[in-house]
Every structure is written in structure tokens, then in C-alpha cells.
């Protein structure tokens, strides 16, 4: 797409501290940590935010009604 820099921001600070983080992580979403990982060598910087779930209520509704959809993606 042409981006060279990427936000990324979430309401998990333990999953952006992982995905901050290089080493290896064994949780049981230690895949999607690693992939994750392995995306941010495609762009020239990589940020990550923590906002609070209460401020990210309408972003939660449509991940939910895609998930309940069977849609695979909701955003672009």
C-alpha cells in the first residue's frame, strides 16, 4: 500500500508490550505476537497506542458485527 509508517492502537497493554518486545513469546497468542513481529520489518516505523476500551466502544461494535457476519474484514 505505500505506508511507511504504522499505527497500530489497542486496548491490551499486555499484547502491545508483547508485540514491542523481541523475544518470543509462549502465550497462547503467541502466534499472532510473532506474525505480528514478523509485519513490522515491512514498514519504516512502527507505533503502538494504548487507548482504553471505554474510548474504542464503536470499533468493538464493528468487529463484532463483522465476527457475527462471518465477514473477514470490517476496516480499510
Known amino acids: ?5 504504522l499505527d497500530i492502537l489497542g486496548d ?3 499484547v502491545i ?3 514491542q518486545n523481541a523475544n518470543r513469546d ?8 510473532i506474525d505480528i513481529q514478523g509485519l513490522k520489518t515491512q514498514f519504516h516505523e512502527v507505533r503502538f497506542y494504548f487507548i482504553p476500551r471505554s474510548e474504542n466502544i464503536e470499533a468493538h461494535r464493528l468487529a463484532k458485527e ?8 470490517y476496516l480499510e
Open 26 to 33: 509462549r502465550s497462547i497468542i503467541g502466534t499472532m505476537i
Open 1 to 5: 500500500m505505500g505506508f511507511h509508517t
Open 12 to 14: 491490551s497493554k499486555t
Open 66 to 73: 463483522a465476527l457475527k457476519n462471518g465477514e473477514g474484514e
Open 17 to 19: 508490550s508483547k508485540c
